[in-house]
């Protein structure tokens, strides 16, 4: 398996510059790549690929040796890569007919992570084996910098990327064949249903709470935009709020992932197969505002419960379980959720009427009474299940 260990790094005052300095390097090389291919089309219809690119990369180095030249040639190679990836990206949308989409130029707060293709070019991961205590890793033109390293780092490190979060730092490893890890068999199936009141709900009748971080933060939010809003754009204290804001914004981020990682293992811990709903999350969330010629109808509240399904972290949390329950040796399964919520789990009769309120279930055919979201639930398992044997059978 192929994994990712995030760490956060513990620069100096100067080495901090110095990878600001490296991020806007590796910015202004990639807008100028842009504009080289933009120029390029326009003016003669000529395509510029990686390659050309790339091949002039040691003149630019050559002509700014305290700028370019300073960063590991082979990071630059990947900020080329990185655009043409994207300009890749735009002609497959625009064969497929969809909104193309084509690449920007990245402002300041839109460039924020730098990639080295291979470990030991211009970067060397745990470059002081030697020392008793710390962890570091050296970057060219920045040097050794430190890392908390709260967790060991497992196989063969294949590519570096730091990354930039608000006014923190982080290295991100990407590692290949990393090893599995099953837990010991457990004999034991749940079904999972997503919720707002509470994050999930399983076909055991165990409710996960729904912290709601966003809204804990929420009045301390309010009051950093309003201060951000009378700032005037382009000064130094609107730069202070804007970092402000971040801050708030990825405390409320962090906590959010945190709670996903502790709810995804006590499921992958205690049961050998889950079965949940194969959510189609952008859609759910899609705005009910319609146009000016056909207007939405019960926009408030659809914008009221589009805010809930998103502060929950429906998406990071079944991106993490999945994760985790690869990593495991577990079993996971997606299943259509239509009617899990109207479906009695007794006889299997199938009416809206069955759902008296947000909370609560009782069957109009034969009068089964439950918590609506267990017995979704208990539908979701059972349709995993049937999923299963049928597949086994074939």
């Not at 967790?151 to 990393?178: N, Q, Y």
């Not at 301390?220 to 754009?233: G, N, P, S, T, V």
């Not at 577990?330 to 259509?336: H, T």
Request: hydrophobic fraction near 40%.
């Amino acid at each position: 398996m192929r994994r990712s260990f995030k760490f956060l790094l513990r620069p100096t005052t100067k080495q901090a510059a110095a990878l600001a300095a490296c991020l806007e390097d590796h910015r202004t090389l990639y807008n100028a790549a842009l504009e080289h291919r933009r120029t390029a089309y326009a003016k003669a219809g000529v395509s510029v690929r990686y390659g050309d690119q790339s091949a002039e990369l040691k003149h630019i180095r050559g002509d700014d040796p305290d700028g370019q030249g300073r960063w590991s040639f082979s990071s630059q190679q990947a900020t080329l890569r990185r655009l043409d990836k994207a300009s890749a990206a735009f002609f497959t949308r625009v064969k497929a007919g969809r909104t193309p989409g084509f690449p920007r130029f990245k402002g300041r707060g839109w460039f924020d992570t730098v990639e080295w293709p291979k470990d030991g070019d211009g970067c060397r991961w745990d470059s002081q084996p030697e020392h008793p205590s710390a962890t570091f890793v050296r970057l060219q033109g920045v040097g050794h910098v430190r890392v908390h390293r709260h967790r060991p780092v497992r196989d063969r490190v294949k590519t570096i990327s730091v990354k930039r979060e608000g006014d923190r730092w982080h290295v991100v490893l990407a590692c290949d064949d990393v090893p599995a890890e099953p837990l010991p068999a457990t004999g034991a199936a749940v079904g999972i249903d997503m919720g707002v009141a509470s994050l999930v709900t399983t076909s055991d009748g165990e409710h996960l709470a729904n912290p709601r971080h966003l809204a804990a933060s929420a009045d301390r939010l309010a009051a950093a935009q309003r201060d951000l809003a009378r700032r005037k754009r382009g000064s130094k204290r609107r730069r202070k709020e804007v970092a402000r804001v971040a801050a708030l914004h990825g405390k409320v981020r962090r906590q959010r992932i945190d709670y996903a990682h502790k709810a995804a293992n006590t499921l992958v811990c205690d049961h050998d197969v889950i079965v949940h709903e194969d959510l189609r999350i952008a859609n759910m969330t899609r705005s009910a505002s319609g146009t000016i010629e056909a207007p939405g109808t019960n926009v408030a509240q659809k914008s009221g419960l589009n805010r809930s399904i998103l502060e929950a972290g429906w998406g990071v949390f079944l991106t993490i379980l999945s994760h985790k329950a690869e990593s495991a040796g577990r079993e996971l399964i997606a299943v259509n959720p239509a009617n899990t919520s109207r479906t009695c789990a007794r006889c299997g009769h199938v009416a809206k009427e069955n759902r008296v309120t947000q909370a609560e279930f009782v069957c109009t055919a034969c009068g089964y009474a439950a918590h609506a979201d267990v017995n979704a639930a208990t539908n979701i398992l059972r349709a995993g299940l049937a999923l299963r044997d049928a597949a086994e059978a074939a």
